[in-house]
Nanobody, 125 residues
Framework: HVQLVESGGGSVQAGGSLRLSCVASGYINGRYCMGWFRQAPGKEREAVARIYARDSTDYADSVKGRFTISQDNAKNTLYLQMNSLKPEDTAMYYC????????????????????WGQGTQVTVS
């Protein structure tokens, strides 16, 4: 059974930085597609970034060039470095894993991710 726990959220001024962490139980990092998502009040949960295969990465256009997803396989930890934060980045941030046996990302959509963390709040003012 996979469990994910996010941390690192907080309140920062526009232009500031935060580093989110997601610790996974079991051997996940480097083996499956993992992603960061966010959800603001009144909005759909949206994909932010994902990492898969040999540390290949994809980013939403809204965060490209500002956010960096990475992982430490030995620590079973996923990271999201967020720089140049904007007020529109304010949301609850979640990490998730796609447990498809091949290790491929099945899609960019939330319903193809099988396990989720509880979320960590990011507020930018």
């Amino acid at each position: 059974h996979v469990q994910l726990v996010e941390s690192g959220g907080g309140s920062v001024q526009a232009g500031g930085s935060l580093r989110l962490s997601c610790v996974a139980s079991g051997y996940i990092n480097g083996r499956y597609c993992m992603g960061w998502f966010r959800q603001a009040p009144g909005k759909e949960r949206e994909a932010v970034a994902r990492i898969y295969a040999r540390d290949s990465t994809d980013y939403a256009d809204s965060v490209k060039g500002r956010f960096t997803i990475s992982q430490d396989n030995a620590k079973n930890t996923l990271y999201l470095q967020m720089n140049s934060l904007k007020p529109e980045d304010t949301a609850m941030y979640y990490c998730a894993v796609d447990l498809f046996p091949t290790g491929r990302c099945r899609s960019w959509y939330t319903y193809h991710y099988d396990a989720w963390g509880q979320g960590t709040q990011v507020t930018v003012s």
